[in-house]
Every structure is written in C-alpha cells, then in structure tokens.
C-alpha cells in the first residue's frame, strides 16, 4: 500500500530551524513530482514547495528563501528544511505526490495524488 510519512515537527521559537522528513512506501518516489503543503489555524491549505522527477524546484512566494527542498529517491524520502521560521508559519504540514504533475492545493479535495497524515509545526513569538 502507499504510504507517505512525515516527521520532524515540533515546537520552536520564531527564528528557528526544522527539518522535516517524508518517507515514502509502496512506490518508487523517482518517477514522481514530490511536494510540501501546509494548512494554518483557520487557513485554507497551500504549496510550500515542490520537486519533480527532473530534480526542478518550486517555491511558495510566502516560504521563499527560508524553506529548501529535497529528496533521496534511494531512500525513497523527501525533506524540507525551514530556516528562520516566524508564528505564521505555524501549521500541519504534508507530503503529497503525483506520478503525473506537481500538485496543487486544490488536488487534496479532489482526490488526486497521494497525501500523507501531516506533521504538525508551531512557532512561538
């Protein structure tokens, strides 16, 4: 069955860093678009970041110069590194992926791609 399976939230003080991981089963993530998403307090869910099967990267314009994504495709696992993080970044933040195209927001309701159970961050002032 597929799985993905992120980790490495928690709760920082404004200014500091994370590293989130996703871990992906049952598929072989080479092949996919690989994407971060998040949904804040009373938020409706966004890209954070995005990384296709090329290796091209894409970023949300509110994430910009703080966040770096990347991926192992040997170990099947995506990260996403979040530097100087500040309260409105608070949220659940996703792993999603698509063998088609980068996903968007949207696609979560619709029904599209695979998405995981979402780890949590909080960002304290």
């Known amino acids: 069955a597929v799985q993905l399976a992120e980790s490495g939230g928690g709760s920082v003080q404004a200014g500091g860093s994370l590293r989130l991981s996703c871990a992906a089963s049952g598929f072989s993530m080479s092949r996919y678009c690989m994407g971060w998403f998040r949904q804040g307090p009373g938020k409706a869910l966004e890209k954070v970041a995005d990384?296709?099967?090329?290796?091209?990267?894409d970023y949300g314009r509110s994430v910009k110069g703080r966040v770096a994504i990347s991926r192992d495709n040997a170990k099947n696992t995506l990260y996403l590194q979040l530097n100087n993080l500040m309260p409105e970044d608070t949220g659940v933040y996703y792993c999603?992926?698509?063998?088609?195209?980068?996903?968007?927001?949207?696609?979560?309701?619709?029904?599209?791609?695979?998405w995981g159970q979402g780890t949590q961050i909080t960002v304290s002032s």
């Open positions: 999603a992926a698509d063998r088609i195209s980068c996903l968007q927001a949207r696609d979560r309701d619709a029904g599209a791609g695979y």
């Open positions: 990384s296709d099967a090329e290796g091209a990267s």
